[in-house]
């Protein structure tokens, strides 16, 4: 059996989360961490190209959490000529865990774990109080219990396409951002803006409001008024515009059960939902 003669002696990489970049010579116990670091990577779940409907979330990040125990293993077994210095495998690997993969699983994973749980047992309700949330966290607003404009403009595009994704997977796409903004627009709204006559449809067609003519002030449901449970209206869930109290910049609604949720659509034009 005739060896590749190449043999990697000069390291040169560029770093994930903003840690920069490193270059340096590495002997064969680096290299050979350095491999089985790299097969520990390439063949977990969650950096595999998943169709939407494939995989569970809390997999690929449960698979995650893991890499530290199986890093601490290889380190381990290499012993200290792996190096602790930012210019090594060790000190490389270290950086990685604790400055970039700590803290993004520290931020997502519980919440967006928790989500796709009460989702998977249809606790709709649960999952409707976990989605608000998680917004209100996202923002910095979990103390104010509510969002102003400026909140949902700095709503990350990616949790909004996440939770949107979690909703239609377990709901089997009867609930949603993405169902909501597809109702919204059908009724003759645009995304961003409130007309009153189009968003009385909208609500009543996602059955936030009673079909009755109250007129837009009557006829509006109350939280402990929705349903919770796939018998419900189509886009009738998550309800974040009750929960949230959505303040709109010129409308003052948050002494009622009416809240500007067409806000929370301007969001949905900017992250492509």
């Not at 270059?23 to 350095?34: L, N, V």
């Not at 923002?139 to 595009?157: F, K, Q, Y």
């Amino acid at each position: 059996m005739t060896r590749d003669p190449a043999v990697l002696k000069k390291v040169s990489v560029s770093l994930p989360f903003g840690l920069g970049s490193a270059e340096w010579e590495a002997d064969s116990t680096e290299r050979h961490a350095a491999w089985s670091l790299y097969v520990e990577l390439v063949t977990r779940i969650s950096v595999q190209p998943l169709q939407e409907d494939e995989g569970i979330m809390r997999e690929a990040l449960n698979s995650l959490y893991s890499l530290f125990g199986t890093t601490r293993e290889i380190l381990r077994e290499a012993g200290p000529d792996v190096g602790a210095s930012h210019n090594s495998v060790g000190g490389l690997a270290i950086a990685v865990l604790n400055q970039g993969l700590r803290p993004f699983l520290t931020k997502w994973h519980p919440n967006l774990e928790e989500l796709e749980k009460q989702l998977s047992l249809g606790k709709w309700k649960l999952a409707d109080s976990v989605t608000c949330f998680h917004l209100l966290q996202l923002v910095g607003r979990t103390n104010e219990g509510w969002l102003g404009a400026e909140d949902i403009d700095r709503l990350p595009c990616d949790d909004i396409h996440r939770i949107n994704k979690l909703w239609l997977k377990y709901s089997n796409e009867r609930f949603g951002f993405s169902v909501q903004k597809e109702i919204y627009i059908g009724t003759g709204n645009i995304l961003g803006k409130l007309n009153k006559d189009a968003y009385k449809l909208f609500v009543q067609k996602v059955g936030w409001k009673k079909q009755r003519d109250w007129g837009f002030s009557g006829g509006w449901l109350s939280y402990d008024d929705i349903t919770f449970d796939l018998a419900a209206p189509r886009g009738h869930l998550p309800v974040v515009d009750k929960r949230l109290r959505i303040i709109g910049e010129k409308l003052h609604w948050r002494t009622s059960n009416q809240y500007d949720f067409s806000l929370l659509t301007r969001r949905f034009l900017t992250c492509s939902l």
